[in-house]
């Protein structure tokens, strides 16, 4: 009776070493859900100052154009425009790509958080299971122990 017991607690020990997770490793990934919604909001907060970046080039563009068809035939003073011009381009360029690139880093990281969020709730699922395997095992356990046996 004694040895069926002693390989029941070790077989309940088993599953409950393999079944579980540490709190270290939920600690871990709290954290790193937390750190990851930070840096989302940073990156929201930059993509929105670069919209408005963009949105500044682009007014300043416009308005490039508007003094380029209202100015006198001077050559240089169109130039000059022109490159000013030009160089709004390029820079609503760059501001483009950044503002695809922060994009794809959002998406990467609500997939993470998405993930981390999947994990977070299998270890509290199987936190639930584990416990309630024990309770199980112990009211069976107590059921053998308490009803007589008969010899």
């Known amino acids: 009776m004694h ?3 002693n390989i029941w607690a070790m077989c309940l020990f088993l599953v409950f070493l393999s079944g579980c997770a540490s709190k270290g490793k939920f600690d871990t990934v709290s954290n790193d859900y937390r750190h990851a919604q930070e840096q989302m909001s940073t990156q929201e907060k930059k993509i ?3 919209i408005q970046e963009l949105q500044e080039a682009e007014e300043e563009k ?3 154009n ?3 068809k209202t100015m006198s035939t ?8 022109s490159q000013v011009l030009q160089d709004a381009e390029e820079k609503k360029k760059k501001l483009e790509d950044q503002i695809k690139t922060l994009g794809k880093t959002i998406q990467e990281k609500e997939t993470v958080i998405s993930i981390q969020g999947k994990v977070i709730k299998l270890l509290d699922d199987s936190e ?3 416990q309630k395997s024990i309770e199980a ?5 107590n059921t053998n122990t308490d009803t007589p046996t008969s010899e």
């Open 128 to 130: 639930q299971t584990l």
């Open 3 to 5: 040895r069926k017991l």
């Open 62 to 64: 416009k308005k490039l």
């Open 66 to 68: 508007d003094q380029i």
């Open 48 to 50: 929105q100052e670069l």
């Open 137 to 141: 095992q112990i009211a069976a356990q």
């Open 74 to 81: 001077h050559e240089i003073k169109i130039k000059e425009l």
